[in-house]
T-cell receptor
Framework: DAGITQSPRHKVTETGTPVTLRCHQTENHRYMYWYRQDPGHGLRLIHYSYGVKDTDKGEVSDGYSVSRSKTEDFLLTLESATSSQTSVYFC???????????????FGPGTRLTVT | DAKTTQPNSMESNEEEPVHLPCNHSTISGTDYIHWYRQLPSQGPEYVIHGLTSNVNNRMASLAIAEDRKSSTLILHRATLRDAAVYYCILRSGGAQKLVFGQGTRLTINP
């Protein structure tokens, strides 16, 4: 299994409070991603990073910011949490090496966030 | 991103082969076909990918139609552990991002 951990694994917070989720990898992979998954939906990309201090938006980036100050850590911040951000958040990593077009992504165990 | 169409759900029996279809009629020449699956309460995991030719690995086989407008993921001998949501995804060559659809929920009966 790829070395990816997410913290916290579960969090309950109140509307309007800031929240930071952490993704940590031990694989030295270049790319890191944050997705959210809601009931009845597939995963939707929030933000991704293609290197230290290099990030870009995904399809549902409003209300979220990210930072990557070192290769192994990718932080997702909800500046002011809202109930619509209640979701399961998954981090993923992938390597820059192209193995026959793979760009295989490895996913973390997820963080369940509830905003009350 | 090119769109894929999969059945919402499928059911099969343990130790039998399973064929999971995916339609992608708008696929472009540089799109790779990826399959991921998500077991209950876990993150997705990579299953297989291909471009034009059929592919085999330890988990599954991928059969790609000659016109590439459809593909089929084949689990040769399903086990209870194969019960999951299976996602068929098109990824543009060189692009890092994956766009997940609704997937197919596969149920395996003992």
């Amino acid at each position: 299994d790829a070395g990816i951990t997410q913290s916290p694994r579960h969090k309950v917070t109140e509307t309007g409070t800031p929240v930071t989720l952490r993704c940590h990898q031990t694989e030295n992979h270049r790319y890191m991603y944050w997705y959210r998954q809601d009931p009845g939906h597939g995963l939707r990309l929030i933000h991704y990073s293609y290197g230290v201090k290099d990030t870009d938006k995904g399809e549902v980036s409003d209300g979220y910011s990210v930072s990557r100050s070192k290769t192994e850590d990718f932080l997702l911040t909800l500046e002011s949490a809202t109930s619509s951000q209640t979701s399961v958040y998954f981090c993923a990593i992938s390597d820059a090496r192209v193995v026959a077009g793979s760009y295989e992504q490895y996913f973390g165990p997820g963080t369940r966030l509830t905003v009350t | 991103d090119a769109k894929t169409t999969q059945p919402n759900s499928m059911e099969s029996n343990e130790e039998e082969p399973v064929h999971l279809p995916c339609n992608h009629s708008t696929i472009s020449g540089t799109d790779y076909i990826h399959w991921y699956r998500q077991l209950p309460s876990q993150g997705p995991e990579y299953v297989i990918h291909g471009l034009t030719s059929n592919v085999n690995n330890r988990m599954a086989s991928l059969a790609i139609a000659e016109d590439r407008k459809s593909s089929t993921l084949i689990l040769h001998r399903a086990t209870l552990r194969d019960a999951a949501v299976y996602y068929c995804i098109l990824r543009s060559g060189g692009a890092q991002k994956l766009v997940f659809g609704q997937g197919t929920r596969l149920t395996i009966n003992p």
